[in-house]
């Protein structure tokens, strides 16, 4: 059974920064696509970022909303994937979602597992 639980979302003011994580059981990790997404209210859910999992360059693709703010990242031993926020803005407030085994063409498409969300909220 595949289990994604995301953590560290909370409230923080505009300029702030967040680190959240996705530990990830029951998939094999170390050979998953995984992507962060998020939706907020009224809108529908949006790409944020995605790492690879091919050795030993891990690819990054980002938003556009995102680029320069966000840094994805993955550690394999501890199967878990993070999201670095800074210069956080109003319009990031979202739930957060992580995703696994999504694939990239010219656009990315995400996998079949997904997390539970982590609200994320930027006070103005």
């Known amino acids: 059974q595949v289990q994604l639980v995301e953590s560290g979302g909370g409230l923080v003011q505009t300029g702030g920064s967040l680190r959240l994580s996705c530990t990830a059981s029951g998939v094999s990790f170390d050979r998953s696509d995984m992507a962060w997404f998020r939706q907020a209210p009224g809108k529908e859910r949006e790409f944020v970022a995605r790492v690879g999992w091919t050795a030993p360059s891990l690819s990054t693709l980002y938003g556009d909303s995102v680029k320069g703010r966000f840094t994805v990242s993955r550690d394999n031993a501890k199967n878990t994937l993070y999201l670095q926020m800074n210069s956080l803005q109003p319009e990031d407030t979202a739930v957060y979602y992580c995703?696994?085994?999504?694939?990239?063409?010219?656009?990315?498409?995400?996998?079949?597992?997904w997390g539970q969300g982590t609200q994320v909220t930027v006070s103005s």
């Open positions: 995703n696994a085994d999504g694939y990239y063409t010219t656009t990315y498409h995400p996998g079949k597992y």
